[in-house]
C-alpha cells in the first residue's frame, strides 16, 4: 500500500507525484501508455510555469528548449508585442519536458508504472486485477477523466469546444516571442522550442480546419515557413473552457485537465497543473484536502478570466480590431495586460489594467 496513488502519468500527474514525494510521502504513479507521453499543444510555458518546475526541482538538459521573451499579436497588418515583466518563459517540445519529469520522479524515489491497465468500477479503482489501495488517490487522467466520472465529481460547466492542430518545422526561429495569428474563427501560434525548430498550432472552431489552409489567411507567415520543412506529423486535440463545481471526494483529488481546463488561447494548462501540485502535497501534508479545494479554485480564477475575455476577441471581429489597435499604438497597455496575463499585478493594478483598456478602447 502506498500513501499516495496518482492515476496518469502525464505531466500534471508527474508534477503531482514529485511534490508530493518531497514531502516524504511514498507515491506511485501509473499509466496505461509508453514514456515519453505526447499531446498536441503550444509548447510554450508561461513565465510562472517555470517558476513552478524550478520549485518541483524539474530540470531539462542543457540546450533544450528556448528562452521566450513575451507575446506578440499580429492581425491585419497591425502588430503589437510586449515582454513578460521579469522572467522569461520557456517553449519546449512536449516529449522533452515528459522525460524531464519523468526523471525527476524517477530520481525523487517515486514508483513509476508504464503500460498499466487501470479500471473504475463500482467496487472501486484497480490496477490490473488488484485494487488500488493508497491513503490518497490523485486523478490526473486528462479532460476526459474516467476519475472523475467515478469519482462522481463530473459535474461542471464548459464553453464549445475547439479545435488544434500542431505541427513542427526544422526552422531556425525569427523572433523570440511567442507570436499569435489572429484570423476569423482562428488563431495561429508559433513557439520557438530550439535553435532550429518551431513549433506551429492552429486553433478554431472548425474540426476540418488544418495549418495549410489557414496559412492562406496569413501569406507573410506561410513565406517564412516555406524556407523551413515540417518534421512531425500533425496531430490534433479538442481544448474548452470546462469548470468543475468540486475536485475533492473524501481521499481523492483531481489535478490538470481532470480538474477542470482552460482554452489553449490562455496557454495556461501546463502552468495550472503545476501550480496546482505544490497546493495539492501541502494539503496531503495537513492531511485536509478542503486547503486544495479552496487553493485549486484561487488558481483557477485568473486564468478562466483571461481566458474568456481571449475568446472574446475570438467571436467578435470588431472588438478584436479595436483591441489589437489599441495594443499597437499604446503598447504600455499591452505590456499590463501581459503582465496581468502572468500574474504579475496585484488587485488593483489589474483592474487599473481593465479601466485603462477600456478608456482607450471608448476613444477609437
Given at each position: ?13 508527474l508534477a503531482?507525484?514529485i ?9 506511485a504513479?501509473a ?20 517558476e ?13 528548449g ?17 515582454r513578460?515583466p521579469?522572467?522569461?518563459?520557456l ?34 479503482t ?71 525548430e ?9 474540426p ?6 489557414a ?14 520543412e ?10 474548452r ?36 501540485a ?28 483571461m ?58
Open positions: 500500500m502506498k500513501d499516495v496513488f496518482v492515476i496518469g502519468g502525464g505531466p500534471a500527474g503531482a507525484a511534490a508530493v514525494r518531497k514531502r516524504g510521502f511514498q507515491v504513479v499509466d496505461p501508455r509508453d514514456p515519453p507521453i505526447d499531446k498536441p499543444c503550444g509548447e510554450g510555458l508561461l513565465p510562472d510555469a517555470v513552478a518546475l524550478c520549485r518541483l526541482g524539474v530540470e531539462l538538459p542543457h540546450g533544450t528556448c528562452s521566450l521573451s513575451g507575446v506578440r499579436f499580429l492581425h491585419e497588418g497591425k502588430s503589437a508585442e510586449a513578460f521579469s522572467k522569461p518563459g517553449g519546449v517540445p512536449r516529449t522533452a519536458l515528459h522525460d524531464a519529469l519523468a526523471a525527476q520522479a524517477s530520481a525523487s524515489g517515486v514508483e513509476l508504472r508504464w503500460r498499466a491497465r487501470i479500471r473504475a468500477t463500482d467496487d472501486g484497480f490496477l490490473g486485477q488488484q485494487r488500488i489501495r493508497a491513503s490518497w488517490i490523485v486523478g490526473a487522467d486528462g479532460a476526459n477523466s474516467v476519475i472523475r466520472r467515478w469519482s462522481g465529481l463530473d459535474h461542471h460547466s464548459q464553453s464549445a469546444p475547439r479545435f488544434a492542430f500542431r505541427t513542427h518545422f526544422r526552422l531556425a526561429p525569427w523572433t523570440g516571442f511567442v507570436e499569435v495569428y489572429w484570423g476569423s474563427g482562428m488563431q495561429v501560434y508559433v513557439t520557438p522550442i530550439g535553435k532550429m518551431v513549433c506551429v498550432a492552429v486553433v478554431s472552431h472548425d476540418r480546419t488544418r495549418l495549410s489552409h496559412l492562406f489567411a496569413f501569406p507573410a507567415l506561410a513565406a517564412r515557413l516555406r524556407a523551413g515540417p518534421i512531425s506529423a500533425e496531430r490534433g486535440a479538442i481544448t473552457m470546462l469548470k468543475l463545481r468540486r475536485v475533492c471526494s473524501h481521499n481523492l483529488a483531481l489535478i490538470g485537465d481532470a480538474s477542470g481546463c482552460v482554452d489553449a488561447v490562455t496557454g495556461e494548462g501546463l502552468g495550472l497543473a503545476f501550480r496546482q505544490i497546493v495539492l502535497a501541502d494539503a496531503i501534508a495537513a492531511g485536509n484536502l478542503a486547503l486544495y479545494e479552496a487553493g485549486h479554485r484561487k488558481l483557477m480564477h485568473r486564468p478562466f478570466f481566458g474568456h475575455s481571449l475568446l472574446l476577441l475570438d467571436r467578435h471581429e470588431g472588438l478584436r480590431r479595436r483591441v489589437i489597435n489599441v495594443f499597437e499604438t499604446h503598447s504600455q497597455v499591452f505590456a499590463r495586460c501581459i503582465a496581468a496575463h502572468v500574474g504579475g499585478l496585484t488587485k488593483p493594478q489589474f483592474a487599473l489594467t481593465g479601466a485603462n483598456l477600456g478608456w482607450h478602447l471608448l476613444g477609437t
